[in-house]
């Protein structure tokens, strides 16, 4: 299936801020902060929606769809 680099692009952004946080959490030097789980969950998948989605001027067939 053809995808979109637009969307892709966007999904790519949204998981490796994602993860960005999450490190940064992890690794700054105040040891009571940690990374929000379930907000680093939600935007990964959010992410990955977005890698797999096809955009809105792409039309069915061009995209693969039968």
Known sequence: M???WKTTA????A???AAATAVVALFD???????????VA????AGLGLVFARDN???SES????
């Open 2 to 4: 053809k995808q979109s």
């Open 10 to 13: 966007a999904g790519i952004a």
């Open 15 to 17: 998981i490796v801020a």
């Open 29 to 39: 030097a105040d040891p009571t902060t940690v990374p929000d789980w379930g907000a």
């Open 42 to 45: 939600a935007a990964f998948m």
């Open 57 to 59: 001027n792409v039309t």
């Open 63 to 66: 995209a693969g769809a039968k």
